[in-house]
């Protein structure tokens, strides 16, 4: 590991982006629900935490609490977003989790219900499983028609692949192409007469001789397997990631069983808009009037009878959520009763705090007939070794090489100021490396960062020492009083040492 280097000798440069939480890769528990002691999937600490998100996930997949809520409440820079994106790594792609904080809500372009609905169904899943026929075998011979002379253009062998065949044909003709495909398992052979759209799908997915390919007879949707291993010595016909598979045995034409999953709230968009599938890709879906949805609901309903669909209850996170005001906190209460509702995670760091539009106070600026509701799972705050271990964890992430002199003083400035604070302080410092050409970060690059960005408890004294230096200063008496009580508990953590400061 070392800094960000920049080279030109590299051909695909890596572009993926990091985020707060891209090193999560899940809860980091096993089987019997006790965290890992390498720090796995990127989470460190917060052993009761994760044991206690670990039942909800094992409840969430045995489909035991649908319709329920949980809060994750805690001070800030106590990993609650972290444990909610572990949760969704945990749960697997096939789980629908939708992430939304609260703040998104309050826009002029949508009802703050109507945003919460369509949240609430993009986290239940359908998944539709329909019969379906296709043909699967492998190609004997494809022959395409050359309509100004009559005759054949034959693909045999892996020679020539049909897109070769197809250009020359249509290169020779203005207009339609036929030709034949012979098909065959280990059992039957059959001949397949092609039309110009067939003849075209097979141009595009490159089929020649010797291709094991499945043929949806619905759509026309060809898929090509592999190579078979009768033709595993053809060396000219392959290249190094030519994949072999064995030829089908038993009938041409067979029934398979096809499963599809959507969440309920992409059906509601295709069914209310008139461009139907496209409406997705629109980006603006606008409001969803209520008959479109108990029209779906009703379908939906008929088709689990049928044994045609089955609902996937998801997740849906919402961070901030004190940030909400009672009209969204009715509507949650009242969705989380109704027979499609997904499970509800919602993250907090308030502690008695007002209700949003109100003059009422609750805990973590929830209203109590909600938080009667919730199953609260705390977090707390992470020690020095802790966050010593994360700060590695990011480095890693972000391919920053530190010093132990250098990672000692980070962890030590996560511990007294913050999390967030030692993080960023962290890629800033790698950057002052880089521009000193260094492959490690020193003990003077972070000195030097500290010095150069405030955290919130410095700037906050900084304020303090400088009030009549700033217009509309609106501290009053007995807000100094109050303040300066809040900025004594802030500081009661040991401040850093003379060794940070140059």
Sequence with gaps: MATPRFSEETAQPRMARLGAHSHIRGLGLDAKLQPLPSNAHGLVGQARA?????????????GKLSGRAVLIAGAPGTGKTALAMGMAQALGEETPFTKLAASELYSLEMNKTEALRQAFRRSIGVRITEETEIIEGEVVELQIDKPLSGSMLGVEGGGESVAAAAAAAAAMSGGGKTGKLTLKTTDMETIYDLGTKMIDSLSREKVSAGDVVSIDKATGKISKLGRSFARSRDYDA???????????DGELQTRKSVVHTVTLHEVDVINSRQQGFLALFAGDTGEIKPEVREQIDAKVAEWQEEGKATLVPGVLFIDE???LDMECFSFLSRALEHPLAPVLVCASNRGIARIRGTDY??????????LDRLLIISTTAYGIEDVGTIIRIRAEEEDVELSPEAAELLGRVGVETSLRYAMYLMTSAALVAAKRKAAIVGLEDVKRCYTMFLDVKRSAQFLRDNANDYMYNEVGEEDEEVEAAQLAGALRAPPPSDSMQT
């Design 50 to 62: 994760r044991r206690a998100a670990g039942v909800v996930v094992k409840m969430i997949q045995g």
């Design 238 to 248: 392959m290249g190094a990631s030519a994949r072999f598979v064995r030829c089908p």
């Design 361 to 370: 106070r609750a805990p973590h600026g929830v209203p109590l007939d909600l």
């Design 321 to 323: 959520v004190h940030m």
